[in-house]
């Protein structure tokens, strides 16, 4: 059976991810400051693995050993919604832990190429498209920016994957997951595009089912894979 690891897995889409993962009887472990904010019904899964730690501070052969039994890694990590979690440290918190868990993965060595999934954000441009966007959604885009570090930590994460990690890495293959506005909401229809198309929210729980199939379903992986695609609820477009 095989294992993923999950960090960010206390937020509000990792643990949709978690859930999804036990429910397909697949081995969960997750990495988390605060196990006490996972559900009891997680706890005690015969298949989950628990680490409490904080993800930036473990050493490089802790990560190593942490990441060696695991076919994929997904990342849901984002910073919270309040002035310390925007302006605070780790700025750049997205970014390093993509670095120092692809770090990890490549010190692993041989093998098959790990799986590994970063949610991001549709503000994200991918840089191998010409992606059409409205005068004022751009304009919005470049205040973010500058002004929030948080969308720039997210454009540093997948710009890493892109050019850091590239297509041709012996030991990764990775796939950047671009959902929109998110809201709370159970599995429903949604649509996995390549560009972004305004206006639509995305359901959490949809996020995760879609990155859970890529992780169980070999062929969406080949699909998708080296690629950032945008998933939008089918049933929310205005």
Request: net charge negative; aromatic share 8%.
């Amino acid at each position: 059976m095989t294992t993923t690891l999950v960090v960010g897995a206390t937020g509000m889409t990792g643990r949709h991810v978690v859930k999804q993962l036990l429910e397909r009887d697949h081995n969960v472990l997750v990495i988390v400051r605060s196990p006490e904010k996972l559900s009891d019904a997680v706890v005690n899964h015969p298949n989950i693995e628990i680490v409490r730690a904080e993800l930036l501070e473990l050493s490089d052969d802790e990560m190593v050993r942490h990441v060696k039994g695991c076919d994929a890694v997904v990342s849901c990590l984002g910073h919270t919604l309040d002035f310390k979690g925007m302006f605070g440290e780790p700025k750049q918190l997205c970014l390093q832990a993509v670095k120092r868990l692809c770090a990890a993965i490549e010190s692993v060595g041989a093998g098959i190429p790990k799986k590994f999934i970063l949610m991001n954000t549709v503000g994200v441009a991918n840089p191998e498209l010409v992606e059409s966007r409205a005068w004022f959604e751009r304009s919005l885009l470049f205040l973010l920016r500058y002004t929030l570090p948080p969308h720039r930590d997210n454009e540093m994460a997948s710009e890493f994957l892109f050019s850091g990690v590239g297509k041709k890495n012996a030991y990764i293959e990775w796939c950047s997951v671009r959902p929109d506005s998110l809201i709370n909401d159970e599995v429903s229809v949604y649509d996995i595009v390549a560009s972004p198309t305004t206006g639509i929210f995305t359901g959490r729980a949809n996020v995760a089912h879609f990155m859970v199939e890529l992780i169980l379903d070999d062929d969406l992986w080949n699909c998708w894979k080296f690629r950032m695609p945008v998933i939008m609820d089918a049933l929310k477009r205005s």
